[in-house]
């Protein structure tokens, strides 16, 4: 069966880096969209990138452009979320998941989803 298992998450200082990873299974990875999203404490569920099957084409929320950065290995069957100058606004859980037909940001694209990395950004 599907499986999304999301690691690399933890607390960190603003301005620090993370790189989370997502390690998928049970499908042919390189056949579908990725996206990541994001659940802070109180908030909604938010898409911030998402990524082509060959990687090609990445997309972008406003809060996490020119910060954030969006990757795939097709040959390790994992995808990337590289998060730099991180800010205490970025604290919440952190989900990668698969997309269904259309590779487009909205959570309503996407039928299999990871359990989740929490990061905290302090202060």
């Known amino acids: 069966q599907v499986q999304l298992v999301e690691s690399g998450g933890g607390s960190v200082q603003a301005g620090g880096s993370l790189r989370l990873s997502c390690a998928a299974s049970?499908?042919?990875?390189?056949?579908?969209?990725m996206g990541w999203f994001r659940q802070a404490p109180g908030k909604e569920r938010e898409g911030i990138a998402r990524i082509s099957t060959s990687g090609g084409s990445t997309y972008y929320a406003d809060p996490v452009k020119g910060r954030f950065t969006i990757s795939r290995d097709n040959a390790k069957n994992t995808l990337y979320l590289q998060m730099n100058s991180l800010k205490p606004e970025d604290t919440a859980m952190y989900y990668c998941?698969?997309?269904?037909?259309?590779?487009?940001?909205?959570?309503?694209?996407?039928?299999?989803w990871g359990q989740g990395t929490q990061v905290p950004v302090s202060s």
């Open positions: 998941a698969r997309g269904d037909r259309y590779c487009l940001l909205s959570s309503s694209f996407y039928n299999y």
């Open positions: 049970g499908y042919t990875y390189s056949s579908y969209c």
